[in-house]
């Protein structure tokens, strides 16, 4: 299982991942908060009836609406009300549809001039998961590839190495296929996908096709790619809880961490680091293989990336332009010198990183379901919460007070995991080999289709709904994957009741 | 404006002594302020609906015979539909039935040309969301998440059930208030200079059509203002006694009065419909923007939220509809503190009529909040800032009576170690 262990461990050493090895201890809690989150975070063994707090995955910043396709896109529901307006300035700007420079609103022009998106939630669909695109629709997506080469250098090599780069960027499409741009240009390309039927018999003898995707691009609009290119397509993941996820203790995170498998479980779990501008190794949470530290790096990321908007923090105004492609570096950008160094100005990724901090998670439904409780016990039976931890208490010390001290149950370690060929990209992106994602987070995963209309899950969308998704796990999670094949057809429901009520 | 008996025994109690005077002003009951504030609710929404009904009848005119006059009589009714509308978003946040059903008949801002023809200038640039320019009412077939919609007849089910949100994006408005501004006026096409959107009668006129399709738009409009009524009655039935919205207040307490006040006054109003656009200086970020009448809408708001503090609601026609109010028991409890919410929510009112003035007299509202119109700016700031003064004293009062719930729900922090750790 473990192909990699020793390039695992070479760059566990080189990375300064002693800190890894030590036992962590959070230092926001006294001894005795410390006992006390401990107790109330161990796992249960008791599924004869809901744990207390079940029902409000995010603690007090859990939302109790009524579950509609708005579902996700609440506040947490610990917002003052002068934080209310924040977040909801934020959501103006994360709807908001950004337009090629020049324009008469100086204030909202710079898109571009490549995009995948004139604005956040064009992609982040009602704030819950994109997809791919559905049959006869190519241009109705929430998805991109993203692109990369090997190192060709030993100075490409010495700055992976280093953490200065996390990967090296197509020479010429740069980091990621955009496949729109402005008027006067041509967009780079489009990302074409072939699906091939894998069928799967399951312990009773039921067939379960899954579909396995394979990505290229079709119409390059600035010439061939390197034939070394690697692809790694992304769906835009589900926007609920973020703040809670980055407020999680980082030694809770690091307690888990097991990069060699020195206990033997199978499972290795490994933590992503990443060296921000002043050279201080972060905590990689964000993105599927948790390469962005915080919300606000992720959320920068995504405005030069996706959108070719330029913030303080990612200052590129003619976004993911590659010195190839001229045509895109001539084009005017957004920025005016009246209103600030970059096209979206100050406040507006302060904005969007505490709307993206802020939105809630739903209570859970039929906590007490008997099916729902056996589900429950089936998931931890069959090692499920290796990996998807089940609760934390947050840090005291998060930035936002709604985020501090909150029993949450996001059902995530937060760490890379080997997830076998069938997933793998293939393409290595910081700490994260090719075969390697961050757990993803289970809350809301029931909600999927009251909010986006569909249940595609995982990274690219492939997997049609729930059953599908679990069968795709491979690597480390092998194991767990057997015991699911292996239950009777009302094991099997009774599992996907749990997960359908989360 | 607010005359209040308990203001007046303000004067004659020394401060502090708050909690002993409930014996002697009699203290309303949490069940009679609420059924004054259901009271209320119900009255606003049967008053919204009658502007409803009214404009739907104009509507029913201006497509029996097309012209200038019918067009103005039906932007007037409009016009006058939206006050009372208005007034009732103090009960949207409060009420997760509200809260859910809002997005039906008052959704914006709307990337309009999913509805209709649009100027060359709105932009072609698409992307994820292609029905950006979708024009249903040019189009009989249109492709939603891949599949092909069949819009060849034009009814209330395409808009509510297809259209609306269609693939995930909010800007996908097709239903309610302003849809319907949208195709009554067209779009405002003036930036931040005076001048609303321009709409021809002919636009409508099946001999002598303007723009194409004007047989599919007058069925659009003519959809859109079925929705409204039938949204509206909706929710006024919820409002009636045994309604859903009334019975469900019962466990959600008088905390609903203040979260609504607040998250309406702070988040919303000051928030998401003032502030952006004063950061943006963008004519689109502006709340009715095809007609020109954001003001109206921001000022009747403010009114909105007085009424359910002083239980007291004017009707549309004329007649007053009160009780035993939020104010009421505020007052018994800290009189001083009931005057200044009360002096506070007046100050925001007043702060509006300010900025309804000048839109109706100097310049409107998308011309206040231009770049380097500083006056104009100034005006719009400081109708934020009295909103944002009343949710101050709102707050005090959640505090003075110890309603932890109101902003933050569900108090079951680790901090409360008897939820916890009992």
């Known amino acids: 299982m473990h192909r990699r262990l020793t390039a695992i461990l070479v760059i566990a050493l080189v990375g300064g991942m002693a800190l890894a090895a030590e036992t962590p201890v959070r230092d926001d809690l006294n001894a005795e908060d410390l006992a006390r989150v401990r107790s109330v975070t161990a796992p249960t063994d008791d599924f004869s009836k809901p744990e207390k707090f079940e029902q409000l995955p995010a603690g007090a910043a859990t939302t109790k609406k009524i579950v509609s396709r708005d579902a996700f896109s609440f506040s947490s529901a610990n917002l003052t009300f002068e934080e209310q307006s924040e977040f909801n300035l934020g959501n103006a700007l994360f709807r908001k549809l950004w337009v090629s420079a020049p324009s008469s609103t100086q204030a909202s022009d710079g898109l571009g001039p490549l995009f995948n998106a004139r604005g956040c939630q064009n992609c982040h669909l009602k704030d819950g998961r994109g997809h791919p695109p559905m049959t006869g629709d190519e241009q109705g997506v929430s998805m991109f590839l993203r692109l990369s080469v090997p190192p060709g250098d030993d100075a490409e090599r010495a700055a992976l190495q280093n953490r200065d780069v996390a990967l090296i960027e197509e020479p010429t499409y740069g980091g990621q296929l955009q496949n729109f741009a402005v008027a006067q240009l041509k967009a780079e390309g489009r990302m074409a996908i072939d699906y091939t039927d894998v069928p799967v018999t399951l312990g009773d003898g039921t067939v379960v096709n899954l579909r396995a995707p394979s990505y290229s691009v079709a119409d390059l609009g600035y010439g061939p790619m390197a034939s070394d290119v690697m692809l790694s397509p992304r769906v835009a993941p589900q926007m609920i809880g973020l703040g809670l996820l980055e407020a999680i203790a980082p030694e809770d995170i690091l307690a888990r961490a097991d990069a060699g498998d020195r206990d033997g479980d199978g499972i290795s779990g490994k933590p992503s680091w990443i060296k921000d501008a002043t050279g201080a190794l972060k905590l990689g949470r964000f993105g599927w293989k948790a390469g962005a530290p915080s919300i606000r790096t992720q959320s920068a990321n995504a405005f030069a990336g996706d959108i070719g908007i330029s913030s303080p923090m990612v200052n590129h105004p003619h976004g993911d332009c590659t010195q190839a492609e001229e045509e895109c570096l001539k084009l005017p950008t957004g920025v005016q010198a009246s209103l600030g160094v970059s096209e979206a100005p100050d406040p507006v990724l302060d904005l969007v990183t505490f709307y993206s901090r802020n939105l809630g998670v739903p209570q859970r439904r039929g906590v007490d379901d008997p099916k729902v409780l056996r589900g429950k016990s089936s998931f931890y039976g069959a090692g499920c919460i290796s990996c998807h931890t089940p609760k934390y208490v947050t840090s005291r010390l998060a930035e936002g007070h709604a985020q501090q001290f909150q029993l949450i149950w996001p059902y995530t370690d937060m760490l890379l995991h080997d997830m076998g060929e069938g997933l793998a990209d293939n393409r290595p992106e910081g700490d994260a080999d090719g075969y390697e994602w961050r757990t993803p987070p289970l809350w809301g995963i029931g909600l999927t289709e009251a909010v986006s209309g569909h249940t595609l899950f995982l990274h690219d969308g492939r997997a049609r709904n729930l059953t599908e998704a679990i069968l795709w796990h491979g690597g480390e999670a092998e194991k767990s994957r057997r015991v699911f094949i292996q239950m009777s057809k009302s094991e099997r429901d009774d599992l996907v009741a749990f997960l359908e009520s989360l | ?422």
Not at chain 2, 265 to 283: F, I, N, T
Not at chain 2, 295 to 315: E, P, W
Not at chain 2, 357 to 383: C, F, H, L, P, W
Request: glycine letters at 12%; aromatic letters at 6%; a negative charge.
């Open chain 2, 1 to 422: 404006m607010l005359k209040r008996f308990a203001g007046g025994l303000a004067l004659t109690l020394p401060l502090g002594l708050g909690a002993m005077t409930s014996g002697l002003a009699a203290e309303p009951t949490p069940e009679a302020i609420l059924a004054t504030y259901a009271d209320i609710a119900l009255a606003g929404y049967e008053d919204a609906l009658t502007g409803a009904e009214a404009l739907d009848a104009a509507v029913d005119a201006l497509l029996a015979a097309p012209g200038e006059a019918t067009l103005r009589a039906a932007q007037d009714a409009w016009r006058a539909s939206r006050p009372n509308y208005q007034q009732t978003e103090a009960f949207r946040f409060g009420n997760p039935i509200v809260d859910d059903w809002e997005g039906r008949v008052n959704a914006w801002p709307l990337d309009e040309g999913l509805i209709d023809y649009v100027d060359a200038s709105y932009g072609t640039e698409s992307d994820e969301n292609g029905l950006y320019t979708a024009n249903v009412i040019a189009n009989p077939k249109i492709m939603i998440d891949g599949a092909e919609v069949d819009a060849s007849t034009v009814t209330p089910q395409l808009l509510s059930g297809k259209l609306q949100e269609a693939g995930g994006i909010e800007g996908n408005v097709a239903t309610g208030y302003h849809a319907i501004e949208f195709l009554l006026w067209g779009q405002d096409l003036h930036g931040t200079g005076p001048g609303a959107g321009e709409r021809k009668a002919s636009d409508f006129d099946t001999v002598n059509c303007t723009n194409g399709n004007c047989d599919r738009r007058g069925d659009y409009l003519k959809a859109a203002t079925t929705l409204l009524v039938s949204d509206l009655k909706e929710m006024a039935g919820n409002w009636q006694v045994g309604g859903a919205a009334r019975t469900a207040l019962a466990a959600q307490g008088i905390g609903t009065i203040l979260t609504g006040m607040g998250s309406l006054s702070y988040g919303e109003v000051a928030g998401q419909r003032m502030k952006v656009g004063l950061l943006l200086h963008d004519p689109e970020e502006e709340h009715d923007c095809f007609s020109d009448s954001t003001h109206v809408s921001h000022l009747n708001d403010a009114i909105g939220i007085r009424n359910v503090y002083a239980g007291r609601y004017v009707r549309l026609d004329g007649s007053v509809v009160e009780g035993p109010s939020l104010s009421d028991l505020v007052a018994t409890r800290d009189a001083a503190l009931d005057g200044e919410v009360q002096a506070l929510l007046d100050e925001a009112v007043a702060r509006m009529e300010i900025l309804a003035k000048r839109a109706e007299t100097i310049e409107k509202y998308d011309q206040m909040i231009g770049e380097g119109n500083i006056e104009g700016n100034a005006v719009v700031q400081s109708a934020i800032d009295g909103l944002i003064a009343q949710t101050r004293g709102i707050e005090r009062v959640v505090a003075l009576l110890k309603l932890d719930n109101v902003t933050v729900e569900g108090s079951d922090s680790l901090d409360n170690p008897d939820a916890v750790f009992q």
